[in-house]
């Protein structure tokens, strides 16, 4: 059980590129969330998925864009990087009933620098 | 409507000491309110949390105590430990309401080193 994984751990990308970050989770979870964190700051909520087929924005969803096409998967796509999403991105996932229900799951991170 | 102040932004204290984390939120519809600790290189972990029907909930070392009336939370960790160096985050959600996603709204995090 591997909970909730990312990959990959470290990227460098330069302006412009585009680049999708993996996020995959074994918990069953309905909920899954993407976040990023910048240096000394909070979580900012960037998309999230209430279930398969199913994703809205978060509060911060400019660049990015995500698909849910299975329980299991919740990909994060980059289509122009620019030095403003450097950051550090974690995936997240919670369930829909019981304690999980409220209880949020985090994966490891990545790093990502667009330079 | 959203925002969860958190404060200070980083702490020294001594080992056996008492580390205290203070949350301020606006939005009265949040009705879930987690602490995440989180280790350098390493993704938030959820380390106690608390509903607002209950003013103090104790696990272990750790203390959630919540005004209502105030909007304020707080994070007490007691006989402070160098392992308990880390990053706290406060949050919030509306964690009954599941077709709002259950949503954290984070605080800024407050850096925290305990001195051995």
């Known amino acids: 059980n591997a909970g909730v994984t990312q990959t990959p751990k470290f990227r460098i990308l330069k302006i412009g590129q585009s680049m999708t970050l993996q996020c995959t989770q074994d918990?069953?979870?309905?909920?899954m969330y993407w976040y990023r964190q910048d240096p000394g700051m909070g979580l900012k909520l960037i998309y999230y998925?209430?279930?398969?087929?199913?994703?809205d924005k978060g509060e911060v969803p400019n660049g990015y864009n995500v698909s849910r096409s299975t329980t299991e998967d919740f990909p994060l796509r980059l289509e122009l990087a620019a030095p403003s999403q450097t950051s550090v991105y974690f995936c997240?996932?919670?369930?829909?009933?019981?304690?999980?229900?409220?209880?949020?799951?985090f994966g490891p991170g990545t790093r990502l620098t667009v330079t | 409507q959203q925002q969860v102040k958190q404060s200070p932004q980083s702490l020294i204290v001594q080992k056996g000491g008492i580390s205290i984390i203070n949350c301020a939120y606006e939005?009265?519809?949040?009705?879930?309110f987690p602490w995440y600790q989180q280790f350098p290189g390493k993704g938030p972990a959820l380390l106690i949390a608390?509903?607002?029907?209950?003013s103090e909930k104790k696990e272990g070392r750790f203390t959630i105590s919540f005004n209502k009336s105030a909007k304020q939370f707080s994070l007490h960790i007691m006989d402070s430990q160098p392992g308990d160096s880390a990053t706290y985050f406060c949050?919030?959600?509306?964690?009954?309401?599941?077709?709002?996603?259950?949503?954290?709204?984070f605080g800024g995090g407050t850096r925290v080193l305990v001195k051995p």
């Open positions: 918990m069953n979870h309905n909920y």
């Open positions: 608390i509903r607002p029907d209950v």
């Open positions: 998925s209430v279930g398969a087929g199913i994703t």
């Open positions: 997240a996932t919670g369930g829909t009933s019981g304690r999980a229900s409220v209880e949020q799951y």
């Open positions: 949050a919030a959600s509306m964690g009954s309401r599941r077709a709002a996603g259950n949503k954290l709204t």
């Open positions: 939005n009265t519809a949040f009705d879930y």
